[in-house]
DNA sequence: TTGAAAGCGCTAACAA
DNA sequence: TTGTTAGCGCTTTCAA
């Protein structure tokens, strides 16, 4: 019992220098080291100096695990995003992991898009971590997660949409109003014939109806949509543009729900020789980095996918400190930006 | 004392449901249900229906921040990832966190990239998980980093390169041979007068002077080699061909460092009216889904990303599991996609 | 400002 | 097969 201080190791340890070791060779508790690393206003001069040196010649690197368990906040949130390779939600993400990493958090990666019962798992998954926050791309649709979500107590921001009713925090922006503007859009433009090319998706659902319905306000009914499916790829936007006109010879403007879409549709109009913007109109949505240098650069949707991460990130952290979320609904908006690929001005 | 069991909550207590509270539900000692979780063959039939119950009707989710800090295994896997957004890496952390998953093991992301004191501080964020394993896209070069990773005893596995001197273990294909293979492909193709696009990037940099040296060994020197710098946009690649041409007039073949850069060379060769390939060969680099589908298609060289992050993810659950890894170094190899971009035969 | 004690929720080790 | 005990490494609580 004299050596208290220079018992070995216990079995169990994993051999990592733990606070004790730092606390002893500064010659102080565990605790009082604890603070001069969490808290060093707490602390004198003269003890953080000698646990910073300790922790130099040690390279104590502190176990996030343990503290996360002693203190309920593991520091960590979580992202559920879909499995989408290229993805216009890459930016958020990006303006998400940064902020959060700026403020001392980590990001944690879940994919969705798979079964309900891998949705499941994952949610599982992502509560048992303990996260301080969550972020979900899209609107969580009523169900056993949402109210699994709701039940765990976690702050949760749901994104890239409108609700009514969220779960928790929201930062997005209306989907419907997207439709009904490029509708209009066209319609000032002088298009007569509107398409859609679209994929399987609720969003895009929801810009389609909107769209159809605007544009028939503005007297241009018999809107033509082609629904791609799953695969919203190049690929499907080319043969997307073949079945348009298959079925509608005289369409002049289609908006596709996607960029890479787009580039398919326009890909496809220029292998058939059919001018853009002159004879017609293509809309992408996303505003993907590199469509605006394409020939011709792609009129398309802007979302500020990044601001979207931001502002999610501040909310996330706000609420996992206690402290008042500003505001915990936000609508980011739109534009539309107008470059070749759209007509030019009333005939 | 009568009322251990009944003894209210700490103040401490998060107030989630725990282990305990299942266990005492279902009439057994923690341990047990905890075994009844984890290792279901050790435990009674009986024992195992009863906390199954226990646990659909508590909704308890386990906190695997204290398993992870009793077992010293986290099941957390790190992935250090660069920052670009579009980026050819997604395929890999897409394999790379699905079969994680199945395997019940999440991924936590950080981003590489930035400047060396936020290296330094994301590794240290990084070994403060504990994480189980770390997968790095790249090759940690020798320092302050490596060091320390060295020192942590993590596993770690390294990826798309290869190098005789990995930190641990490695998953790639060699750079040098992709220049000497597409010079290769260049001048079997009939193509006398090369020059290189490039981004700012030590894989880029032996693409390219391995392609110089094999060029020079088919006859073909005075190869010219443009570096657009950080910036591997569309735009830059386009801007690169415009000065590829001032430089070099009867440039007949041109290697991409990425599709991206490619697709720009693509779209300013359309615009000075250069035909591909018969005046102009292109090849890019990585196979980005929506290449194929171009007009003119992209030829490019194909790295199979998703095998890569099955490979590494079998890897570090191999070592954190204590089971022998069957090939700790792994060359995946890669493959020159020939499509429409570069000349059909020789002339 | 500093420290002792007591957990956080779970599992390894040992015992029955 | 089941349970008891004793931590994992940290931080909260309370006291000095």
């Given amino acids: 019992?004299?050596?208290?201080?220079?018992?070995?190791?216990?079995?169990?340890?994993?051999?990592?220098?733990?606070?004790?070791?730092?606390?002893?060779?500064?010659?102080?508790?565990?605790?009082?080291?604890?603070?001069?690393?969490?808290?060093?206003?707490?602390?004198?001069?003269v003890v953080l100096k000698k646990v910073k040196e300790a922790v130099e010649r040690t390279g104590y690197v502190p176990n996030r695990l343990a503290g996360g368990l002693a203190s309920a906040r593991s520091r960590l949130i979580a992202a559920i995003v879909p499995s989408t390779v290229i993805s216009v939600f890459n930016e958020t993400i990006e303006a998400l992991n940064g902020t959060l990493f700026d403020a001392g958090y980590q990001l944690m990666l879940g994919q969705s898009g798979y079964s309900p019962a891998r949705a499941e798992m994952l949610l599982e998954a992502v509560?048992?971590?303990?996260?301080?926050?969550?972020?979900?791309?899209?609107?969580?649709?009523?169900?056993?997660?949402?109210?699994?979500?709701?039940?765990s107590g976690i702050p949760v921001v749901e994104t890239w949409d409108l609700t009514p009713t969220p779960i928790d925090m929201l930062v997005g922006f209306s989907h419907s109003q997207i439709g009904h503007d490029v509708a209009q859009f066209f319609s000032k433009k002088g298009c007569r014939h509107l398409a859609i090319v679209r994929a399987e998706d609720e969003r895009a659902d929801r810009r389609t109806r909107a769209f159809i319905e605007?544009?028939?306000?503005?007297?241009?009914?018999?809107?033509?949509?082609?629904?791609?499916?799953?695969?919203?790829?190049?690929?499907?936007?080319?043969?997307?543009?073949?079945?348009?006109?298959?079925?509608?010879?005289?369409?002049?403007?289609?908006?596709?729900?996607?960029?890479?879409?787009?580039?398919?549709?326009?890909?496809?109009?220029?292998?058939?020789?059919i001018s853009v913007p002159e004879q017609l109109s293509v809309m992408g949505f996303g505003d993907v980095p590199f469509v605006a240098d394409m020939v011709p650069a792609l009129s398309t949707v802007r979302i500020n996918g990044a601001q979207i991460g931001q502002i999610a990130a501040r909310n996330l952290m706000d609420r996992a400190e206690g402290r008042g979320v500003a505001q915990p609904m936000v609508d980011v908006g739109f534009s539309i930006i107008e470059r070749d690929s759209t007509a030019q001005g009333k005939p």
């Fill in 1 to 45: 019992m004299a050596d208290k201080e220079t018992a070995k190791r216990s079995r169990r340890s994993s051999g990592a220098i733990t606070l004790r070791d730092v606390a002893k060779l500064a010659g102080v508790a565990p605790i009082t080291a604890s603070r001069a690393l969490n808290t060093p206003d707490q602390v004198s001069e």
């Fill in 127 to 151: 509560i048992g971590r303990r996260p301080d926050g969550i972020f979900i791309t899209g609107i969580l649709p009523p169900g056993k997660a949402r109210t699994r979500l709701l039940a």
């Fill in 214 to 273: 605007a544009a028939a306000t503005y007297g241009l009914g018999g809107v033509h949509v082609e629904n791609v499916g799953a695969l919203r790829t190049l690929r499907s936007g080319r043969q997307a543009l073949a079945n348009v006109l298959a079925a509608k010879p005289q369409v002049d403007a289609v908006f596709c729900s996607s960029d890479l879409l787009a580039m398919g549709v326009l890909t496809e109009a220029r292998v058939r020789h």
